[in-house]
């Protein structure tokens, strides 16, 4: 099932038969590129995004990247407004390969850590494995 909203932005809930014979749930969002600026949220403590949201007049929001519980916080570069925050480092040699989220006022790239370089501006988020590039699948399924 999609849906669209008069802002042009497209929601889409489907269930997805996997290999194994189990299924699973797909929620997307798909956002008008050139009015989207995502921004990053540094939770200091784990909590309810979806309150996070309410409170704040926020209508969606996703959680972007990886974190260690003790002591909290960021998995991978982290950088807010600019700035970057503390955090612990992926382990080589994984660091440079592992997708990453920049987000300026000039837009939005998403490519691997060592694709985007040094960060003087905006937010970047460092997650997984990159899963997709340039438009094209990087990682098959084995089955």
Do not use: N
């Not at 956002?31 to 926020?58: I, N, V």
């Not at 972007?64 to 992926?90: C, K, Q, T």
């Amino acid at each position: 099932m999609t849906a669209a909203t008069p802002d042009e932005i497209a929601y889409s809930l489907r269930r997805h038969h996997l290999a194994d014979g189990e299924r699973t749930t797909i929620y997307t969002v798909r956002h008008p590129l050139e009015r989207s600026r995502p921004r990053l949220q540094l939770f200091r403590q784990p909590r309810r995004l979806d309150h996070w949201c309410s409170r704040h007049g926020d209508k969606e929001a996703i959680v972007g990247g990886f974190y260690l519980r003790e002591p909290f916080r960021p998995l991978g570069d982290f950088v807010a407004a600019g700035r970057p925050v503390a955090s612990e480092p992926f382990a080589a040699p994984y660091a440079p390969r592992r997708a990453t989220l920049h987000a300026t006022d000039r837009g939005i790239r998403i490519a691997s850590r060592a694709s985007i370089g040094p960060v003087g501006d905006g937010d970047l988020v460092q997650a997984g494995p990159m899963l997709v590039s340039g438009g094209e699948i990087r990682v098959r399924s084995r089955h």
